[in-house]
């Protein structure tokens, strides 16, 4: 629900400041005017009057700016807009201030004095030319600096709003992926053991339920995911038992430090998917605490040269670049695969 503006308690610190302004113009003007002490002559309400004024003229250019946004139709740039502000305020000021003083004048009889003279006519509209200049451009500059900041609010708010969504987008990529590949081998596991695939189904059910969990988080800590990487291996391993083993760094688990769900069931399954592991040449999965959480494996390609198209990878990078930190760092050697994730920290989770 949005609230009303309210003119005086949205602006406290602009009215105190044009307060403090206005004693500061009264005060030196009248030492300006004065050749000793005994000439100075101070009066408490002048700086009150002067004030009002002020506000008078803040208040003014605001139904400026507003009337004049309303019929403003081609996208100039805001100094542009603020110039025109300006510029129609201090004629209608000009016109105002001019026909309020004559009205005085008519009322209280004193039309022949305050406009005997074309210099006194002069003077008094070159007052009201400075003092609208002089407040009318600090409550300009006031609005513009309000407008910035809202300006900037605002596309802060957006981008992080399109962040939260495209690291959504990536989750929702990588969340079904997880649960059609474990459904396969588990439809394979009851053609070929029944007993087998009554275990896979009830760890399966397990993970699935962190799973469904983590999905709306755009973090978790390390220690759950390594819990859930830890079970997600033993799955894999009611398949492939004997062909592939996974070493966990006690180290990792003192860390507190935060990643994306699945980061590291995604490079597990990574390794497991791309390597051709048997009893005779298993494939060793490590994952190490080494300048960041990495993860290495050795590697034994198939012999059709069974390639991925490394969509799981590429996802993930994203997502540590939406949460703005460097890319993941993917080093494809020779004899062995290796992904670097970086450290986040406990300020990063909303």
Same mark, same amino acid.
């Given at each position: 629900?949005?609230?009303?503006?309210?003119?005086?308690k949205?602006?406290?610190?602009?009215?105190l400041?044009?307060?403090l302004?206005?004693w500061?113009?009264?005060?030196?003007?009248?030492?300006?005017?004065?050749?000793?002490?005994?000439?100075?002559?101070?009066? &408490?309400?002048a700086?009150?009057? @002067?004030?009002?004024?002020?506000?008078?003229?803040f208040? @003014?250019?605001?139904?400026?700016?507003?009337?004049i946004?309303?019929?403003?139709?081609?996208?100039?740039? =805001?100094?542009?807009?603020?110039v025109? @502000?300006?510029?129609?305020?201090?004629?209608?000021?000009?016109?105002?201030?001019?026909?309020?003083?004559?009205?005085?004048?008519?009322?209280?009889?004193?039309?022949h004095?305050?406009?005997s003279?074309? @210099?006194?006519?002069?003077?008094?509209?070159?007052?009201s030319?400075?003092d609208?200049?002089?407040?009318?451009?600090?409550? =300009?500059?006031?609005?513009?600096?309000?407008?910035?900041?809202?300006?900037?609010?605002?596309?802060?708010?957006y981008?992080?709003?399109?962040?939260?969504?495209?690291?959504?987008?990536?989750k929702?990529?990588?969340?079904?992926?997880?649960?059609?590949?474990?459904?396969?081998?588990?439809?394979?596991l009851?053609?070929e053991?029944?007993?087998?695939?009554?275990?896979?189904?009830?760890?399966?059910?397990?993970?699935?339920?962190?799973? =469904?969990?983590?999905?709306?988080?755009?973090?978790?800590?390390?220690?759950?995911?390594?819990?859930f990487?830890?079970?997600y291996?033993k799955?894999?391993?009611?398949?492939?038992?004997?062909?592939?083993?996974?070493?966990?760094?006690?180290?990792?688990?003192?860390?507190?430090?935060r990643?994306?769900?699945?980061?590291?069931?995604?490079?597990?399954?990574?390794?497991?998917?791309h390597?051709n592991?048997?009893s005779?040449?298993?494939i060793?999965i490590?994952?190490?605490?080494?300048k960041?959480?990495?993860?290495?494996?050795?590697?034994? &390609?198939?012999?059709?040269?069974k390639?991925?198209?490394?969509?799981a990878?590429i996802?993930?990078?994203?997502?540590?670049?939406?949460?703005?930190?460097?890319?993941?760092?993917?080093?494809?050697?020779e004899?062995?695969?290796?992904?670097?994730?970086p450290?986040?920290?406990e300020?990063?989770?909303h």
């Amino acid at each position: 629900m949005k609230t009303k503006p309210n003119f005086f308690k949205d602006n406290v610190p602009f009215f105190l400041f044009l307060f403090l302004f206005s004693w500061v113009v009264i005060i030196h003007g009248e030492l300006r005017n004065s050749t000793s002490w005994e000439d100075f002559r101070f009066f &408490p309400d002048a700086p009150f009057w @002067f004030f009002l004024r002020a506000v008078f003229i803040f208040w @003014f250019v605001g139904v400026i700016k507003r009337n004049i946004n309303k019929r403003i139709t081609s996208k100039s740039s =805001l100094l542009v807009n603020y110039v025109i @502000f300006l510029s129609v305020g201090t004629l209608l000021y000009l016109v105002i201030s001019s026909a309020f003083s004559l009205a005085i004048s008519l009322t209280f009889g004193t039309f022949h004095r305050n406009y005997s003279t074309l @210099f006194r006519e002069f003077y008094r509209t070159t007052n009201s030319l400075i003092d609208f200049i002089m407040f009318g451009g600090l409550s =300009l500059a006031y609005l513009y600096y309000k407008e910035s900041i809202k300006y900037q609010k605002q596309a802060s708010g957006y981008k992080i709003e399109k962040v939260k969504s495209e690291i959504s987008q990536l989750k929702s990529q990588l969340n079904p992926h997880f649960l059609f590949n474990n459904l396969n081998i588990l439809d394979q596991l009851i053609e070929e053991d029944s007993e087998r695939a009554s275990i896979f189904l009830n760890r399966f059910s397990e993970l699935y339920r962190y799973s =469904l969990h983590s999905a709306d988080k755009e973090l978790v800590t390390l220690e759950e995911e390594l819990l859930f990487a830890e079970g997600y291996f033993k799955l894999m391993e009611e398949k492939y038992e004997g062909y592939y083993f996974l070493e966990i760094d006690e180290k990792l688990n003192e860390k507190e430090s935060r990643v994306p769900p699945f980061c590291l069931q995604v490079l597990i399954e990574n390794a497991i998917t791309h390597n051709n592991g048997t009893s005779r040449k298993p494939i060793y999965i490590k994952i190490q605490d080494d300048k960041g959480i990495k993860v290495v494996n050795n590697k034994i &390609p198939f012999k059709n040269g069974k390639k991925g198209n490394g969509v799981a990878l590429i996802n993930l990078s994203k997502q540590y670049e939406l949460l703005g930190v460097s890319g993941i760092q993917i080093n494809d050697l020779e004899e062995k695969f290796e992904v670097v994730l970086p450290y986040l920290n406990e300020e990063r989770q909303h």
